[in-house]
């Protein structure tokens, strides 16, 4: 049996029984397209222990592969040779015996409250050729800073999901397909009102709470890159949106925010994933450490 074949029957199995996102079917068919390459397998009948391990190998040594990365691929192609095995096109998983490398540790990077505030002020007062993009964009940065939300979360929202006057917003299908609600701030509430006030003079009638340009259309995930890139370059700063993400996390602890509810805000399944950011800031560290009950002694 072809193993591309069998490829697209488990990426429509994850789409229509598992419910997955289009970025993790993305990664699976990077992952077993890479495999395939690597190994020159065409039939899942040519999958065994000595190629797979071999693929594993020189991802390490010859393509200098981060743990990560190996990890990566390691839990993707665990599960897809796991389902071959279901469907009876394979009698062993040659993923079981490989070993993964240690996770390496590593404080999310972020921006500080200066830096952040100079990333916002440069996005608004760039040179746009109209007050639509000026608008548009400061609030894009806006809610990626003072909500933390993922790239496609903020693509996701739709124009009802925003309720300005309760100062909430609603995050359809987040990661692990979860709805939550993420609280907004009076100042960000601002922002977001000066957008809409452009958007309805410019007739956007998009169902997509942030609007292209151009098109009455949803703002797509190639015009954020472009968008990004672009602020990157004038701006002088080296940043990704998840870095925005960090950076949202790491000021609200910072602000006094609980680890509780910050989980909440984040969308994190297990509030051991959000313990990371109480590492990450030394302005907090260097608050609590003033605690200490003998700092008095001298």
């Known amino acids: 049996?072809?193993?591309?074949?069998?490829?697209?029957?488990?990426?429509?199995?994850l789409t229509s029984i598992k419910g997955y996102s289009k970025d993790t079917i993305r990664r699976y068919r990077y992952v077993v397209g890479n495999y395939c390459r690597m190994m020159k397998v065409l039939e899942i009948n040519q999958v065994n222990d000595n190629?797979?391990?071999?693929?594993?190998?020189?991802?390490?040594?010859?393509?200098?592969?981060?743990?990560?990365?190996?990890?990566v691929h390691h839990k993707s192609l665990l599960v897809f040779f796991r389902w071959c095995m279901k469907q009876g096109y394979l009698d062993?998983?040659?993923?079981?015996?490989?070993?993964?490398?240690?996770?390496?540790?590593?404080?999310?990077?972020?921006?500080?409250?200066q830096t952040a505030l100079k990333l916002l002020e440069i996005v608004y007062n760039y040179p746009y050729e109209n007050n639509f993009l000026r608008y548009r964009n400061h609030a894009i940065f806006s809610t990626?800073?003072?909500?933390?939300?993922?790239?496609?979360?903020?693509?996701?929202?739709?124009?009802?999901?925003?309720?300005?006057?309760?100062?909430?917003?609603?995050?359809?299908q987040g990661k692990g397909n979860k709805d939550r609600i993420v609280p907004m701030s009076y100042t960000l509430a601002q922002t977001l009102k000066k957008y809409l006030d452009e958007r309805r003079r410019m007739n956007k009638t998009n169902p997509e709470f942030f609007s292209s340009s151009r098109e009455n259309m949803g703002f797509t995930d190639n015009g954020l890159k472009k968008l990004v890139d672009q602020v990157r370059l004038v701006s002088d700063m080296k940043f990704s949106v998840h870095?925005?993400?960090?950076?949202?996390?790491?000021?609200?602890?910072?602000?006094?925010?609980?680890?509780?509810?910050?989980?909440?805000?984040?969308g994190h399944s297990d509030i051991k994933t959000t313990t990371i950011y109480l590492s990450a800031s030394a302005d907090l560290l260097r608050?609590?450490?003033?605690?200490?009950p003998l700092n008095d002694l001298i």
Not at 3 to 11: G, M, Q, T, V
Not at 99 to 112: F, I, V
Request: with cysteine; hydrophobic share 40%.
């Open 144 to 172: 990626f800073i003072f909500t933390g939300l993922r790239k496609q979360e903020l693509l996701n929202l739709k124009y009802m999901d925003v309720d300005i006057e309760n100062l909430t917003i609603f995050v359809r």
């Open 287 to 292: 608050s609590q450490i003033t605690k200490h």
């Open 1 to 13: 049996m072809d193993i591309k074949i069998l490829l697209e029957r488990f990426c429509d199995y």
């Open 243 to 266: 870095k925005l993400r960090h950076t949202f996390a790491t000021l609200m602890l910072e602000g006094g925010c609980d680890i509780y509810s910050l989980s909440k805000m984040m």
């Open 92 to 113: 062993k998983n040659p993923i079981i015996e490989i070993e993964k490398p240690r996770l390496e540790k590593k404080l999310p990077t972020k921006l500080n409250k």
């Open 51 to 71: 190629n797979v391990q071999e693929m594993f190998y020189k991802g390490r040594t010859e393509r200098n592969w981060s743990a990560n990365t190996f990890i």
